[in-house]
């Protein structure tokens, strides 16, 4: 007998549905270019879908970009939990899956970042009103460290938030100034991040 989808598993998987093809199209066309109505059609579904599960555009950016934070934070702290002690072998994997992320997402990816921080800067009304929501991806970035830490036995030197804001805002730009200027900074830029771990 086929399995019976509850009203949640359906929900979750629309949502899915809808944050792989807003991932696509924010891509390939910009975060301002971009329309509802171009998400909604790649995803196979109506703009009123989207409405039900992200009430703004820019909610639905900032749930992709969470989203890519979890999976980034899921393979980072993978390959430190297998690492009896992290050392430039553990560092050079490490910043190897990270470059492999970022040109698997694609540097168009990274630059959506810095474009729709622009948008914001240049709309208050729309930073006014994404206020709490951005705070709450950091947030929730900030928890899913502490969480990835705490299963290796290792600690924040410093505020999770304050670490969380710092990986926000500085990760898409490794990504660019690395592909612009060819000159690997997944590596340094790794390792001072890690300076505000304790490790076991």
């Given at each position: 007998m086929a399995e019976r989808w509850t009203r949640e598993r359906r929900l979750e998987r629309t949502r899915g549905l809808l944050l792989d093809a807003a991932q696509e199209v924010f891509a390939e066309k910009?975060?301002?270019?971009?329309?509802?109505?171009?998400?909604?059609?790649?995803?196979?579904?109506?703009?009123?879908?989207?409405?039900?599960?992200?009430?703004t555009k820019e909610e639905?950016?900032?749930?992709?970009?969470?989203?890519?934070?979890?999976?980034?934070?899921?393979?980072?702290?993978?390959?430190?939990?297998?690492?009896?002690?992290?050392?430039?072998?553990?560092?050079?994997?490490?910043?190897?899956?990270?470059?492999?992320?970022?040109?698997?997402?694609?540097?168009?990816?990274?630059?959506l970042g810095l474009e729709f921080t622009l948008y914001l800067l240049r709309n208050p009304e729309a930073q006014e009103r994404v206020a709490a929501k951005r705070e709450e991806v950091v947030e929730a970035l900030a928890r899913f460290i502490i969480e990835g830490l705490d299963r290796i036995g290792a600690t924040l030197l410093i505020p999770p938030l304050t670490f969380a804001r710092i990986l926000v805002h500085t990760t898409d730009s490794v990504v660019l100034g690395t592909q612009l200027d060819g000159v690997d900074l997944y590596r340094p830029v790794l390792e001072m991040y890690l300076s505000a771990i304790k490790l076991p």
């Open positions: 910009g975060f301002t270019a971009a329309t509802l109505d171009d998400i909604a059609y790649a995803a196979g579904y109506t703009k009123g879908a989207i409405y039900k599960h992200f009430p639905l950016f900032l749930a992709v970009n969470d989203w890519y934070w979890q999976r980034y934070f899921d393979t980072f702290t993978e390959v430190l939990s297998a690492a009896s002690k992290v050392e430039a072998h553990e560092l050079d994997q490490v910043a190897a899956l990270w470059r492999q992320l970022s040109a698997d997402r694609g540097a168009d990816h990274a630059a």
